[in-house]
């Protein structure tokens, strides 16, 4: 019940992402979409920086105690290190603005983004963390899929569409309620919590230990942000726009995985490997399964849907790049079912092989990304890609610890 309360939840903040998507490549010019998508997964990408994966040394903690008490110390330990990033955001925002960009326009909205999307989805991982996945997934909704609700829903009943920046302002008011109402949540689940500043000591200690899986995150928001700045450098921003709407398109497909398997069972996979070996392999069983399945249904569902899609746009510009879609399909497709092995190196904390395994698969997007799409363009943005995410998948298929009940406690 719980997890299919959670999956329609996550559902309609996926729904309202599609949605959204199609309704910008369907009122919007190819060069509107390019900026939005250049912006969105350009915040993204700095959240994750700037989160550091601080949340991994948090989360470990917190799936190891029912303490309210410990676990309120923790989480206003990793408050004050989200305040220490506002701070860095800002800084990097002063030094962006000496270097020109196709987003020069709608800088300072999206510093605000940047700030309460870092808080917004730190918070949205502690709940998960702390077995919250229905609060958590409410607040995804308000953050990343109601406003989107909102913006479409004007222009069906009104027929007015607003211009980038009013979009973005959208984006930001809700971004803001959603960390608004999440902070009294989790005061609330912790008995109290506050911004509790440590040593640089200290915040170096829990850096290190979060540094491989850093590099992991980082490593596959770098692919998927450079991807649509190669677009635009090699094709143009208007490709940009066309590219990013079947990378967002094939890209939701880990997203509702992620909504319906991955956020339920790998908190499940971390609290009983360290306490019931047995029930984890059982676990791990079902993921599997589960993960198998979904993954293969979406493939054939998404390859299916995409023509009433194209056909409702009626854009031939759309159509004309519609085998990119396909390769890009298989590409998540292929990642998402390459996640079981990458929570096979997760939960025992081999975090050295999983950053290198997405270092490797990076550095060989980023030298295949700037030469395949010299002579085939868009298709060579896209080929790079999923011959990066087949490298990455490999890679961990192959290091993956071995044993029938899992049982393997060393690190790296």
Not at 44 to 73: A, C, D, H, M, P
């Amino acid at each position: 019940m719980k997890g299919g309360i959670n999956f329609l939840i996550r559902g309609t903040t996926l729904a309202a992402k599609f949605f959204f998507l199609i309704f910008l490549a369907k009122v919007y010019e190819e060069r509107v979409l390019g900026l939005y998508s250049l912006a969105y997964s350009t915040i993204l990408l700095v959240r994750f920086i700037l989160g550091f994966e601080y949340y991994t040394y948090t989360g470990r903690i917190i799936s190891k105690t029912n303490n309210k008490k410990r676990i309120g110390i923790v989480i206003s330990d990793h408050f004050g290190f989200l305040f220490i990033s506002t701070f860095i955001a800002a800084f990097i925002y002063l030094l962006v603005l000496f270097f020109p960009t196709v987003l020069d326009d709608y800088l300072i909205i999206l510093l605000f983004i940047v700030i309460f999307e870092i808080w917004g989805n730190e918070i949205y991982r502690l709940l998960i963390y702390m077995d919250q996945q229905i609060r958590a997934s409410v607040l995804m909704l308000v953050r990343s899929g109601l406003w989107m609700f909102v913006l479409i829903g004007i222009y069906i009943i009104f027929g007015k569409s607003y211009s980038l920046e009013t979009i973005f302002n959208y984006w930001l008011v809700f971004a803001l309620v959603s960390c608004a109402v999440g902070i009294p949540i989790i005061n609330k689940i912790t008995d109290g919590v506050s911004i509790k500043l440590l040593t640089p000591m200290q915040y170096y200690n829990r850096i290190k230990k979060a540094f491989y899986l850093f590099v992991n995150t980082v490593s596959h928001r770098l692919i998927l942000t450079i991807d649509k700045y190669m677009v635009t450098y090699f094709v143009g921003v208007e490709a940009t726009g066309i590219y990013s709407f079947y990378v967002g398109v094939a890209a939701s497909l880990n997203s509702m995985i992620d909504a319906g398997v991955t956020s339920i069972y790998y908190p499940r996979l971390i609290s009983t490997y360290y306490s019931n070996l047995k029930r984890f392999t059982r676990i791990r069983k079902k993921f599997k399964f589960r993960l198998l399945f979904l993954s293969i249904a979406l493939i054939i569902a998404y390859g299916i849907l995409i023509y009433p899609i194209i056909i409702f746009i009626d854009k031939s510009s759309y159509v004309h790049f519609l085998y990119v879609f396909y390769l890009l399909l298989i590409s998540f497709g292929l990642l998402s079912i390459s996640s079981l092995f990458h929570y096979d190196l997760y939960v025992p904390g081999h975090d050295f092989k999983i950053g290198m395994t997405s270092f490797i698969g990076t550095v060989f997007f980023l030298i295949s990304g700037f030469v395949f799409p010299i002579y085939l363009g868009m298709f060579g943005v896209a080929l790079s890609l999923f011959l990066s995410f087949i490298t990455i998948g490999i890679l961990k298929y192959l290091i993956r610890p071995n044993g029938k009940n899992f049982i393997f406690r060393s690190k790296n």
